[in-house]
Every structure is written in structure tokens, then in C-alpha cells.
């Protein structure tokens, strides 16, 4: 049921993304990569949803966090990112999804794969993990079109520094002094960066339908079994993440 | 009527007549699938009718294509929430499909190459109600959007159109397929905005 929903922080994570949190004190919990329908009304009584992914781990603090990339032909997350204030409220419902979702008790190795703000439902992955001192390795391949469209960098380098990697691919710009030159992901890098077929991942793949299409594709042609490759798509018009 | 965001405006259209509730128009064809796309040659491909202990029926490519086929302009609604108007299809009708087959099975389980599965009461596939699709604006139909051929129920949400399907089973008995077990709504009528279970 759609519920009442209050911002208690806004955190601009790039130039085009924002995190929101909520307070939510009677939360049924949820499980990462889970997402929210986020109902916004006019004035005159006109209303519009879109889903959005949850970015953090479940915790004991009544609080969730989406984080919202901020499409130009958007028409939720333009209200979102730029007018949104503290104290106002939202209507919520949720938690929803089952399926591309990652639990505390999954013990096997993790292949992330993340195309731009496709890391949303992912960070909550590895929040997850943090949060629950799960052992389960993870890797995670994050592709994006420049060094400024990394979302969580700094918590992402702090991470990376344990026994959790991370791996960047750029697009269309790369840093200074990059070894690779910009361009999609393809069969090469993915060889050289993911878990091999043998360690058995459960793989998460999630960002834009032409990435996670060329992706997951990928994976396969890697020999990682279909049945092991879970996929989020989000298309040009689908506000979701 | 919810709490209001003073400096939201949306966005509408003088269409909305045809838009069901909480959907928005796109002029795109967004895709959502659960895992990787599955590629099926056609020289592989099969599809079956079987009641759970026998197939029914089984075609393979040609002789599946060989069956009289229809074009269709339908809109298509997704539980995501984007509409699309006007959309045109060709494909073989289930009514044709399932002409000789004498059932009093109440339900069917849809299933598809990669193992996606959804259900459905056997009636929402009859009477010019739904299609097996293979062909979208006068093009085959890329394997993103189910091809060879997927199942087309427009009257329903989109997944329960399922991407590259092979068979039907009949069941006396409903059966939750894969988003109906995940907590989304077991009909899923767009006009009644069935989402998620527990909706009305």
C-alpha cells in the first residue's frame, strides 16, 4: 500500500544524480536490489509513478536511500534531483522485486556488472554484504561514460582496498594515464577482469537495455551458465534507478 | 488523493483516454527480461501443446509458419508502467492454435526457451484475445523483444506476453509462473491496475 514517506537528507552524488533518504520507522525490511514506486501528485490532483532502486542494506535504522539520475526528458526525476527539499514528503510503495536481488545467505562467489546508474540496486548489493560481514567474494565490473559518472566513489575505493574488486571501464572519457582506451566492454575485458566460468558465479547484471543486452551476452559467451546470469534492464524512457 | 508536491507539474497528453491508470506513454519499446537473451535457430526451434503427462501438439518452424497467420494493431501496456499505442504484429492466432484440441483444462502455463514461465487462465488466450508472434512492424522480431516468436496477450501486462516461447501446458489446476511467484499480481488487467499481489 502507498504510504507517507518524509526526506531527512539529500546528497548530490554527481552532477546529475542524487541520493534521497527517508525515513521509513515501520519498514518491513527489504532485501537488496529491491525497488520502490515513488508516486509524485500535481496540484490539480494529476499524479505520475516511477519504480526506483533502493541503494542501501537493510538496517535497523528506519531509513531507506534511493539514488535518482536525473534523465533531461525525465518527468519524475528532474522534481526528484533539482526541487525536492528536506521535510517534504513522498508516497511510497514497497519493498517490490524478488528476483534480482541478493540475500545474506548466498555464500557463492558474486559477479557484479553495472552499466552507468545501474549501480544503484548493485550498491545495495555490496552494502548488503558490508552490512551482514558476509564473506561471499564479490567482484564488480562498472562501466561508465567518464571518471565524474561514478556514483559512491569514494566508498567503492574504500571497499576495493578488501577482499571485494573493482574494476572500471570508461566509455567515452577515461582518466589521465589509463591503460585502456574508451570503449564498451567486450569479450576481452570481460575475460580479464571477471570471475572465470569455473568459480560457478551467480552474476548480477544491471544499467541500460544496450548494455546489459551486450553484457550479459558476454557472460554467456564466457561460458557462465544463462541460468546463473540475473539481468535489470532500464530503457531511454523508464525513469527506474 | 495523495500528498501533493506543489512544484511538480507531470506531463499529460489529450491521449489519455486509452492510458490505463499509473501508465505513461512511451514511444519507445523498452525491454524487460529476467536474464540473458536466448538465441534459437530456427532449425531447433519447436512448439508444443501438452496437457502435463502427454504433447498434444508439436510444431517445428515451417510447419508453425505454414499455419494461417494475422496482423494486428494493439497497444501494449507493462507493469513498469510504460504504455505504448498502436503497435502492429504478425502472428498465428491461439484459436488456431488450439483448433482440434478438445481440453477441459481451465488454465494454461506458458513456458519459454531460457525457462521463463507465466500463467494464465485458458480462456484469456482464445476468442482473437491473443497470438504467437513473429513478426513486429513488418520486420522478424529481434530476439530482444522474444523472437523467433513470442507470445502476444495485449489485454494483459506485458510479461504475461512471454519472449520466446515453446509451449503451452494445460492444467486443471493454476499454476503461479516466474513474476507471479515473485509477487506480482496472478492476472495482471492493466485496466484494473492488478501489479502486485494483493492488489484487487
Given at each position: 500500500m502507498w504510504r507517507v514517506r518524509t526526506v531527512t537528507a539529500l546528497r548530490d552524488e554527481t552532477a546529475t544524480a542524487r541520493t534521497i533518504v527517508l525515513k521509513v520507522p515501520d519498514w518491513p525490511s527489504h532485501v537488496a536490489g529491491q525497488h520502490v514506486d515513488v508516486r509524485l501528485t500535481a496540484p490539480d490532483g494529476y499524479s505520475a509513478v516511477r519504480s526506483y532502486s533502493i541503494a542501501?542494506?537493510?538496517?535497523?535504522?528506519?531509513s531507506i536511500e534511493l539514488t535518482v539520475e536525473r534523465l533531461t526528458d525525465g518527468e519524475v526525476s528532474p522534481y526528484l534531483t533539482q526541487e525536492l527539499g528536506i521535510g517534504e514528503r513522498l508516497e511510497l510503495r514497497g519493498?517490490?522485486?524478488?528476483?534480482?536481488v541478493w540475500r545474506p545467505r548466498q555464500t557463492e562467489p558474486i559477479q557484479l556488472v553495472a552499466g552507468g546508474s545501474g549501480i544503484v540496486p548493485i550498491m545495495a548489493m555490496i552494502r548488503s554484504r558490508v552490512a551482514s560481514r558476509n564473506a561471499a567474494p564479490f567482484r564488480l565490473l562498472y562501466s561508465v561514460?567518464?571518471?565524474?559518472?561514478?556514483?559512491y566513489r569514494e566508498e567503492l575505493r574504500a571497499l576495493s582496498t578488501q577482499d571485494h574488486s573493482v574494476t572500471y571501464a570508461y566509455t567515452r572519457t577515461t582518466p589521465k594515464d589509463w591503460p585502456r582506451p574508451p570503449g564498451r566492454i567486450d569479450a576481452a575485458f570481460i575475460a580479464d577482469t571477471i570471475w572465470p566460468a569455473n568459480v560457478n558465479p551467480t552474476c548480477y547484471v544491471c544499467g541500460p537495455t544496450s548494455f546489459v543486452e551486450s553484457a550479459a551476452g558476454l557472460l554467456v559467451a564466457s561460458a557462465i551458465s544463462p541460468e546463473k546470469i540475473r539481468t535489470e534492464r532500464f530503457g531511454p524512457t523508464g525513469d527506474r534507478k | 488523493m495523495g500528498i501533493i508536491s506543489r512544484n511538480f507539474s507531470g506531463r499529460r497528453s489529450g491521449?489519455?483516454?486509452?492510458l490505463p491508470p499509473g501508465q505513461y506513454l512511451t514511444t519507445d519499446f523498452p525491454v524487460l527480461s529476467a536474464g540473458p537473451t536466448p538465441r534459437i535457430s530456427l532449425d531447433r526451434w519447436e512448439f508444443t501443446i501438452s496437457n502435463g503427462s502427454e504433447v498434444l501438439r508439436r510444431w517445428d518452424w515451417k510447419s508453425f509458419r505454414d499455419l494461417p497467420s494475422e496482423t494486428v494493431t494493439v497497444d501494449l501496456h507493462c507493469v513498469t508502467r510504460w504504455s505504448k499505442f498502436g503497435t502492429t504484429w504478425e502472428g498465428v492466432s491461439l484459436d488456431t492454435i488450439f483448433a482440434g484440441i478438445n481440453t477441459d483444462a481451465k488454465y494454461a502455463l506458458v513456458h519459454s526457451y531460457g525457462d521463463y514461465t507465466t500463467n494464465l487462465p485458458l480462456e484469456d488466450l482464445m476468442k482473437k484475445q491473443a497470438w504467437i508472434a513473429f513478426r513486429f512492424e513488418d520486420q522478424d522480431l529481434a530476439p530482444e523483444h522474444g523472437g523467433p516468436a513470442r507470445l502476444l496477450v495485449p489485454h494483459l501486462y506485458l510479461w504475461k506476453s512471454a519472449k520466446w516461447v515453446r509451449g503451452i501446458t494445460l492444467m486443471h489446476d493454476d499454476q503461479p509462473g516466474f513474476w507471479e511467484s515473485l509477487g506480482y499480481h496472478n492476472y495482471g488487467d492493466p485496466w484494473r491496475e492488478q501489479r502486485y499481489s494483493g492488489d484487487e
Open positions: 542501501s542494506a537493510p538496517n535497523q535504522e528506519g519493498p517490490i522485486g524478488g528476483w534480482f561514460r567518464e571518471p565524474g559518472a561514478i556514483l | 491521449t489519455d483516454v486509452k
